[in-house]
DNA sequence: GCCAACGTTGGC
DNA sequence: GCCAACGTTGGC
């Protein structure tokens, strides 16, 4: 059984098309110890992953990605050009680690934070607690599940008997 | 562009 | 260990 994730990303910077496009990449760039413990503990190949817009109108779900590799050491820590250097990140104590994702299918509807908000069944998830913040997310099955079937996908096809 | 929420840093 | 200052996120 997958676990399943949410994760963000500005679709200025890097959109779900743009994974479809490059058919994998690294997901560099997680400069939080709470989403970094999620990649390093809590995340397996195979995970199915809700690819989320932020920072655009309106945010949204655009699609479904899967997790093909464990939690490893994020280069881009190390690099002094990179946007996302870490001057503390060495390669004894890399500091921050990133996972790599493939694209599984674009939702055939995106599913915007406003229907999430708006649909009592969506109570609880963290993507809508105020003030929550983190760019990866933990996601539960019979959420994960209806957001698929709003988005026009085949929910059982992809989890199976799951939720 | 605004700003609330939150995480991190660093002086003490 | 406290906490003020600061930077970032991300919806609106």
């Not at 994760?7 to 970094?36: C, I």
């Not at 699609?63 to 002094?80: I, K």
């Not at 921050?96 to 674009?106: C, F, G, N, R, S």
């Not at 698929?148 to 199976?160: R, T």
Request: hydrophobic share 35%; glycine share 10%; charged share 20%.
């Amino acid at each position: 059984m997958p676990g399943l994730w949410l994760m963000k990303s500005e679709p200025d910077v890097y959109a779900f098309a743009d994974l479809v496009r490059d058919g994998r990449t690294h997901w560099d760039g997680v400069r939080n110890y709470q989403a970094r413990n999620m990649m390093r503990d809590g995340m397996s190949v195979g995970d199915l992953v809700l690819y989320y817009h932020s920072n655009t109108t309106p945010p949204h779900v655009a699609g479904v990605a899967r997790v093909c590799t464990e939690g490893y050491p994020d280069h881009t820590a190390q690099d002094p050009t990179s946007h996302y250097h870490d001057p503390k990140a060495t390669p004894e104590d890399p500091r921050w680690l990133m996972v790599d994702i493939e694209p599984v299918t674009a939702l055939a509807e995106p599913v915007s934070l406003g229907a999430i908000k708006d649909d009592p069944f969506f109570e609880g998830m963290l993507l809508i607690q105020r003030g929550q913040r983190l760019s990866i997310q933990s996601v539960a099955p019979h959420h994960f599940r209806r957001v698929l079937e709003l988005g026009g996908l085949d929910a059982d096809g992809l989890l199976g008997g799951q939720a």
